[in-house]
């Protein structure tokens, strides 16, 4: 079986934990409980006929009050970079981070989430920006980790990506 | 025998689990095992076996590369991990911090719970952040209300517009007594004052926001969109006839159609009054403005052609956007399409404009038929 590690990326509160726990466990939580440090969690997918052992990092979202160890992300084979689809301010974010990955790990695969899909009258990202990041070439899956949309696929396209 | 000759639970008993490093790589626990470790691990070996933590706390692996530089120093230096989190067996989540040490030529690896420091820490990132969404929430809210103000500010400006050109109707066609002439005119200056008095309130705004939206409680109260055409056209008949405008209506679906929707009549009626009053902007004098019922199934779609002309390409992308607006729209301020826009959205239709249209523009929308959207929602 492949093993790969990967990791979520994203400014806080874009709802990197929940995505997670969403895949790996099928659950979710209302309550916003901020993300310190590092959980690893595991869980095996279906990709290009082979399994794969997906080690998801689940790491602190970045932002004024803490900064994310690109440390964290050595042998990492892709990424998600996770949006809150309700904040415009956190593409932004997630932009910059996504230059920092680039920088620090290469072009490795992956998958930008634009989560909390379940809010989508509250978005504040707009189509065209989505249609630009497409533009460049990214894979842009829709997620709501509150009714589980989209979450799977997003982590099977990248899995998909890795082998 | 104990080498650091202690009471074998004693760390144990402080939460702290400690293990040193064998030659081959793997791990031995000194005393006994915390219960948190046990927690983690219930197969953890109790003889003092050695075995590899990294295979069941995923994080050491990471931090074992790295503290390989402290155990090949001379003993001087030590490293602290990051904090991260472990599951238990149990669903139990249990911070930790790993310290990589020398002691007495030994490689010792050091896993407890971060400290008190640490949790200090957490609450007040926590905080912080709680702190911050909260903020945001409110200031949506209050972009919210200022926005429904905006649309509410800029909705008096449509029926303004159309007393005015009633008025202006009557003097120009002379249809008052000489007597009433000077009442007409003050009238007029009066509107005159008020569509100020509106353009200026409007100029100061400039945020971001939806209204606050109800829709029909039951099917009775929906609004017939047929009869909300109408009563718009005719309100706007005045103004339609200074450029010698026609309004066409034409309705295609079953004889049974209801054309019922989801909404409520004023602001549907808000709605058909900016599209049409648009239209009839841009329209050529003296040209119709066709206006399109068809039922769809589950829901209505209206479309409104005009004979102008059309939107420009660079605008097409921005039309439903806040503030948007054409060069030639002087005195508008561009939240008529923007307040078409979130309300269509927030009753779960859709909206947008025709692309490519040579000889006019053609805006669009549907609207989930009222009982439909009312059956769905139970």
């Keep these: 079986m492949t093993q790969k590690k990967i990791c979520t990326l994203g400014t806080s ?8 726990a969403r895949f790996v466990k099928g659950i979710f939580s209302d309550q916003y409980l901020t993300t310190i440090g590092v959980k690893i969690d595991k869980k095996t997918v279906a990709a290009r006929g082979q399994k794969v052992d997906l080690l998801i990092w689940d790491l ?61 009258s509250e978005w504040e990202v707009r189509e065209d920006e989505i249609a630009e990041m497409r533009a460049r070439g990214w894979t842009i899956q829709q997620t709501s980790a509150k009714t589980g949309a989209g979450v799977e696929k997003a982590f099977v396209d990248l899995a998909h990506k890795l082998v | 025998m104990n080498p650091l000759l202690l009471p074998p639970n004693l760390l144990a008993q402080l939460d702290m689990a400690v293990l040193r490093r064998e030659n081959d790589g793997r791990f031995v626990l000194l005393g006994e095992a915390p219960t948190w470790l046990r927690d983690i691990y219930p197969k953890l070996p109790s003889n003092g076996a050695p075995w590899n933590p990294e295979q069941h706390l995923l994080y050491l692996g990471h931090f074992i590369e790295e503290a390989d530089t ?20 149990s669903g139990k989540e249990w911070l930790l911090e790993a310290t990589a040490m020398k002691l007495d030529g030994q490689n010792i690896l050091l896993i407890k719970f971060p400290s008190s420091d640490f949790k200090t820490l957490r609450s007040v990132y926590q905080e912080a952040r709680d702190q911050g969404l909260r903020q945001y929430t409110l200031l949506k809210e209050i972009d919210k209300r200022e926005v429904l103000l905006h ?26 007594k000489p007597v009433g002439t000077e009442f007409l005119q003050i009238g007029l200056e009066q509107v005159d004052k008020m569509q100020g008095l509106i353009q200026d309130t409007l100029v100061t705004f400039s945020t971001r926001s939806k209204p606050l939206l109800q829709t029909a409680a039951n099917l009775e109260d929906a609004p017939n969109i047929e009869e909300s055409i109408r009563e718009v056209t005719d309100a706007l008949s005045a103004m339609a006839s200074l450029k010698s405008v026609t309004f066409r209506l034409a309705l295609e679906g079953p004889p049974d159609t209801g054309w019922k929707v989801a909404g409520d009549h004023a602001r549907l009626e808000r709605i058909l009054f900016n599209l049409l009053e648009n239209a009839l902007r841009h329209t050529r004098d003296g040209s119709v403005i066709a206006v ?87």
């Excluded at chain 2, 001087?76 to 067996?89: C, F, G, K, M, P």
């Excluded at chain 2, 517009?161 to 202006?168: E, K, Q, T, V, Y």
């Design chain 2, 151 to 176: 649309c509410t500010v800029h909705d008096l400006s449509a029926p303004l517009a159309g007393i005015r050109a009633s008025l202006w109707l009557l003097k120009e066609d002379e249809m008052v």
């Design chain 2, 292 to 378: 399109r019922l068809r039922d769809e199934g589950h829901a209505i779609r209206v479309s409104i052609k005009d004979q102008g002309e059309g939107v420009p390409a660079d605008m097409m992308n921005k039309l439903f956007e806040k503030f948007s607006q054409g060069g030639s729209n002087a005195g508008k301020v561009g939240l008529g399409l923007y307040f078409c826009r979130i309300t269509v959205e927030d009753w779960g239709g859709e909206i947008g404009c025709l692309p490519n249209m040579r000889d006019g523009a053609c805006f669009w929308f549907t609207l989930p038929k009222a009982g439909l959207e009312m059956q769905s929602e139970k």
């Design chain 2, 70 to 89: 402290i155990w090949a120093g001379d003993g001087s230096a030590q490293l602290v991990s990051d904090i991260w989190t472990e599951e238990a067996t």
């Design chain 1, 13 to 20: 509160a874009v709802g990197k934990s929940s995505l997670v």
């Design chain 1, 60 to 120: 602190n979202g970045e932002d004024r009050f803490q900064k994310l160890s690109m440390n964290y992300l050595r042998g990492t084979a892709g990424y998600l970079l996770v949006i809150d689809g309700t904040r415009r301010a956190t593409m932004d974010a997630a932009l910059a981070l996504q230059h920092k990955a680039q920088a620090t790990i290469g072009d490795v695969p992956f998958v930008v989430l634009i989560n909390k899909a379940d809010l989508s």
